[in-house]
T-cell receptor, first 114, second 114 residues
Framework: AQSVSQHNHHVILSEAASLELGCNYS??????LFWYVQYPGQHLQLLLK????DPLVKGIKGFEAEFIKSKFSFNLRKPSVQWSDTAEYFC????????????WGLGTSLAVNP | DAGVTQSPTHLIKTRGQQVTLRCSPK?????VSWYQQALGQGPQFIFQ???????QRGNFPDRFSGHQFPNYSSELNVNALLLGDSALYLC?????????????FGNGTRLTVT
């Protein structure tokens, strides 16, 4: 069965620090991968996605993620975080041939101190 | 603006009661998915509707049922409510014509069962 593991449940950083949130998935087939963000009091928003092609994908607000197929990983990175990046971050995966059921990680709560 | 609208935003019910949650998809979207997000957890897939039919279902009991209308809007019904059904219920829409289009989420309905 598919599963998604996010390594860090709570992360606290100071502004300008670099960010890397780990995400590993378990699935033997071809997958599409997503990172979503949920700012306090707001709906889930898509940060970035990987379907195919260049494994380094860039998203909104300076975020990027790298798909490493051999490691079943899709880690999220940002070189310099801002206070406004404080949010919950979710990694999700779906079977590329069956875009119906997103499997989600538990989420990582990021707090950025000014 | 989420594009996906859900109602109501908050709801308090008693154990054993029934509840109906509503969702209007983003304009141009024809597919609606429902997710349950318990506190501190990632969203869990309940089911997806397309062409007024349930296309796939997650690991939820039959107490959870749904419906999609010709205008693509959808309802989630939960019968015989349990305390454990307390959660944020998320509706997400997408378009079949866009292939593996990412989901657009509504703000959710916060259900509290007492």
């Amino acid at each position: 069965a598919q599963s998604v593991s996010q390594h860090n449940h709570h992360v606290i950083l100071s502004e300008a620090a670099s960010l890397e949130l780990g995400c590993n998935y378990s699935y033997g087939g071809t997958v599409n991968l997503f990172w979503y963000v949920q700012y306090p009091g707001q709906h889930l928003q898509l940060l970035l996605k990987y379907f195919s092609g260049d494994p380094l994908v860039k998203g909104i607000k300076g975020f990027e993620a790298e798909f490493i197929k051999s490691k079943f990983s899709f880690n999220l990175r940002k070189p310099s975080v801002q206070w406004s990046d404080t949010a919950e971050y979710f990694c999700a995966v779906v079977d590329a041939g069956n875009n119906r059921k997103l499997i989600w990680g538990l989420g990582t709560s990021l707090a950025v101190n000014p | 603006d989420a594009g996906v609208t859900q109602s109501p935003t908050h709801l308090i019910k008693t154990r054993g009661q029934q509840v109906t949650l509503r969702c209007s998809p983003k304009s141009g979207h024809d597919t609606v998915s429902w997710y349950q997000q318990a506190l501190g957890q990632g969203p869990q897939f309940i089911f997806q509707y397309y062409e007024e039919e349930e296309r796939q279902r997650g690991n939820f009991p039959d107490r959870f049922s749904g419906h999609q209308f010709p205008n693509y809007s959808s309802e989630l019904n939960v019968n015989a409510l349990l305390l454990g059904d307390s959660a944020l219920y998320l509706c997400a829409s997408s378009s079949q014509d866009s292939g593996n289009s990412p989901l657009h989420f509504g703000n959710g309905t916060r259900l509290t069962v007492t």
